[in-house]
């Protein structure tokens, strides 16, 4: 199935309704493409629809896209395993997930080492949840203390993922605690621009928006459901 230009207008009239509903500009919330299982030809097509910021979950699906496309910018956003940070370096322009001390340490020794100052985001498991990924708020606090001593990584903001409800209102109480610790955190460490709040997906993007996403991850509202 071709990629759908009439899907990209309904995302972008939903994306515009809710930032209208919230006083904000739409240029304030980027919309990241998720192309997880998404064929590269599909992902050409959006390319030309004029899309040009994706997401992608494993590094070696990713890799084969990214070096076949030779365009986009591309954000990591699956859980990164250590013995693929290396790749990850190389490929991407933002890691979304990070999720430990340890793998910021070493993301920090591989951006050193291949002379890039790699964005991340810190991924903050808000609903305590057993089975996700992300650091508990007070791990991430320590996270924040130590990341001064990481030239190799640049933290750009925060992110998190709320436990999946059919309906999105039931999402706004973590969207709404994200973008409060945001603003706490920034002025405890006001040498961080934790500009970013990367949250809400095609279900409940626009409860992310109203309560301050800049950053949406869309898949199956642009690309139809996954097979």
């Given at each position: 199935?071709?990629?759908?230009?009439?899907?990209?207008?309904?995302?972008?009239?939903?994306?515009?309704?809710?930032?209208?509903?919230?006083?904000?500009?739409?240029?304030?919330?980027?919309?990241?493409?998720?192309?997880?299982?998404?064929?590269?030809?599909?992902?050409?097509?959006?390319?030309?629809?004029?899309?040009?910021?994706?997401?992608?979950?494993?590094?070696?699906?990713?890799?084969?896209?990214?070096?076949t496309?030779?365009?986009?910018?591309?954000?990591?956003?699956?859980?990164?395993?250590?013995?693929?940070a290396?790749?990850?370096?190389?490929?991407?322009?933002?890691?979304?997930?990070?999720?430990?001390?340890?793998?910021?340490?070493?993301?920090?020794?591989?951006?050193?080492?291949?002379?890039?100052?790699?964005?991340?985001?810190v991924?903050?498991?808000?609903?305590?949840?057993?089975?996700?990924?992300?650091?508990?708020?007070?791990?991430?606090?320590?996270?924040?203390?130590?990341?001064?001593?990481?030239?190799?990584?640049?933290?750009?903001?925060?992110?998190?993922?709320?436990?999946?409800?059919?309906?999105?209102?039931?999402?706004?109480?973590?969207?709404?605690?994200?973008?409060?610790?945001?603003?706490?955190?920034?002025?405890?460490?006001?040498?961080i621009?934790?500009?970013?709040?990367s949250?809400?997906?095609?279900?409940?993007?626009?409860?992310?928006i109203?309560?301050?996403?800049?950053?949406?991850?869309?898949?199956?509202?642009?690309?139809?459901?996954?097979?």
């Open positions: 199935m071709p990629f759908s230009p009439e899907n990209l207008r309904q995302v972008r009239r939903r994306l515009e309704e809710a930032c209208r509903r919230a006083g904000r500009s739409p240029e304030s919330v980027q919309l990241l493409a998720v192309t997880k299982t998404v064929p590269v030809e599909r992902i050409q097509e959006a390319l030309q629809a004029g899309l040009t910021l994706f997401g992608e979950n494993y590094i070696q699906e990713a890799q084969l896209k990214i070096e496309l030779g365009q986009g910018t591309w954000h990591f956003i699956g859980h990164l395993q250590r013995n693929k290396k790749a990850a370096v190389r490929l991407f322009s933002m890691i979304e997930t990070l999720d430990s001390l340890s793998l910021a340490i070493e993301l920090n020794r591989l951006g050193l080492q291949a002379e890039k100052t790699l964005e991340v985001l991924q903050i498991n808000e609903a305590g949840e057993a089975s996700k990924a992300g650091l508990a708020p007070e791990e991430a606090l320590r996270l924040l203390e130590e990341s001064a001593s990481w030239p190799g990584l640049r933290i750009r903001g925060l992110m998190t993922l709320p436990p999946y409800d059919p309906d999105p209102e039931r999402s706004r109480p973590w969207f709404r605690s994200l973008a409060l610790r945001q603003k706490e955190w920034q002025k405890q460490f006001p040498q621009t934790l500009e970013h709040l949250m809400g997906m095609s279900h409940d993007f626009e409860v992310a109203e309560e301050g996403a800049t950053l949406i991850r869309v898949g199956t509202a642009l690309f139809g459901a996954r097979g």
